[in-house]
């Protein structure tokens, strides 16, 4: 069977591409298989640093395949439910991996983003945008609430006013009104993408993984603690991180005057 997304690992990190051009990557049921697969599979490689997220043609990802539902609506209901049903479980699984990866995921939006698109852009730690990126929600278009976790981490990234606007709405936006919103970290000139992810990707891979992931997990359950139970997890996560070699190498560089090499496979 071809497959739906193209692996590419070069030092140390690997990108997965969307390559359903003719249907703007929208996620069908092979796709989202596959693509968990892969995720998880590249979240437990010892040698992958970071994983990159980007897409074919003029789309990063339009949402779920419009056409898998609209074939389920003519069927009985329970195949109906059983049929979509499993495409959102499988999209969200996605998500989930995403969410729990010690690893960084990187979103290098090529095109435009839709439906699940905006939530798997939204899931990832940072996002880098081309300038002929837009963006929108597109669910209440189609008459459904969301999925893939846009009502959870789009308010945490747009704020709760704008976050319902967005989903509310549907409207279109810009690259430029992504990165002023917070969806996005960066906006770039289309040529300049794979080029300026690839530096992004530079600075990343020189992080110490423990320490980013430690970061991340902070960073993640925050909201669900008071202060105070927060503030404990911050100085259990520090003694954590000052037991490993890469707290030792970032001392010994710091009074060394030199760049720390953080883990096995840094440079």
């Not at 890469?246 to 030199?258: L, N, P, W």
Request: proline share 3%; hydrophobic share 45%.
């Amino acid at each position: 069977m071809t497959a739906l997304i193209r692996l590419a690992a070069e030092e140390g990190i690997a990108t997965l591409t969307f390559d359903r051009p003719e249907a703007f990557n929208a996620l069908n049921e092979a796709m989202a298989v596959e693509l968990n697969a892969k995720l998880a599979r590249l979240a437990h490689h010892d040698e992958i640093r970071a994983i990159v997220l980007t897409g074919t043609g003029n789309a990063f990802m339009a949402g779920g395949d419009l056409q898998t539902m609209r074939a389920a609506l003519d069927t009985k209901p329970v195949i109906r439910e059983r049929t979509i049903g499993n495409l959102v479980r499988l999209a969200q699984t996605v998500v989930e991996t995403i969410t729990r990866s010690r690893k960084p995921v990187i979103a290098s939006v090529n095109g435009a983003v839709a439906g699940f698109g905006l939530s798997l852009v939204a899931a990832c730690d940072l996002a880098i945008a081309a300038q002929r990126a837009t963006f929108t929600s597109a669910y209440g278009r189609i008459g459904t609430s969301p999925d893939g976790g846009a009502t959870y981490t789009l308010p945490r990234a747009l704020g709760a006013k704008q976050a319902a606007q967005w989903l509310y709405l549907g409207e279109r936006h810009t690259a430029d009104e992504a990165l002023r919103a917070g969806l996005v970290n960066w906006v770039v000139a289309d040529d300049e993408l794979a080029a300026q992810t690839r530096s992004l990707l530079q600075r990343i891979g020189a992080l110490a993984p423990d320490a980013f992931a430690q970061t991340k997990d902070l960073l993640l359950h925050a909201p669900q603690r008071s202060f105070g139970e927060h503030l404990y997890a911050e100085q259990r996560s520090f003694l954590h991180c000052s037991a490993g070699d890469d707290f030792r190498e970032g001392i010994d560089a710091f009074f060394g005057k030199r760049q720390p090499v953080f883990g096995s496979g840094a440079r």
